[in-house]
Nanobody
Framework: QVQLVESGGGLVQAGGSLRLSCEASGSIFNIYARGWFRQAPGKQRELVASITTTAGIADYADSVKGRFTISRDNAKNTVYLQMSSLKPEDTAVYYC?????????WGQGTQVTVSS
């Protein structure tokens, strides 16, 4: 059974940093990309960043460009999100997503709260 486990969320002051991790366990194959999404209360879930598995090509939402960095460790089947210069509007539940040609996988979410 495939499971994505996120960690690293928490409470941080504005201007601070956090690093999220998402590790996959179980038999998971043909993952061509990984991504981080977030959902704030009363808002739709939005894509924050994504990265391709082979080439490591990253893409970011405009709201996080220059502040967040996505990376992956294929050997560990893990994706990371380094978040810096955090703002209160970054407060949300953050979810990782693994994309495959058969189906997609989601993590359970980790709360990030940025205080002003």
């Amino acid at each position: 059974q495939v499971q994505l486990v996120e960690s690293g969320g928490g409470l941080v002051q504005a201007g601070g940093s956090l690093r999220l991790s998402c590790e996959a366990s179980g038999s998971i194959f043909n993952i061509y990309a990984r991504g981080w999404f977030r959902q704030a209360p009363g808002k739709q879930r939005e894509l924050v960043a994504s990265i391709t598995t082979t080439a490591g090509i990253a893409d970011y939402a405009d709201s996080v460009k220059g502040r967040f960095t996505i990376s992956r460790d294929n050997a560990k089947n893990t994706v990371y999100l380094q978040m810096s210069s955090l703002k209160p509007e970054d407060t949300a539940v953050y979810y990782c997503r693994y994309y495959s040609r058969v189906r997609d996988y989601w993590g359970q979410g980790t709360q990030v709260t940025v205080s002003s």
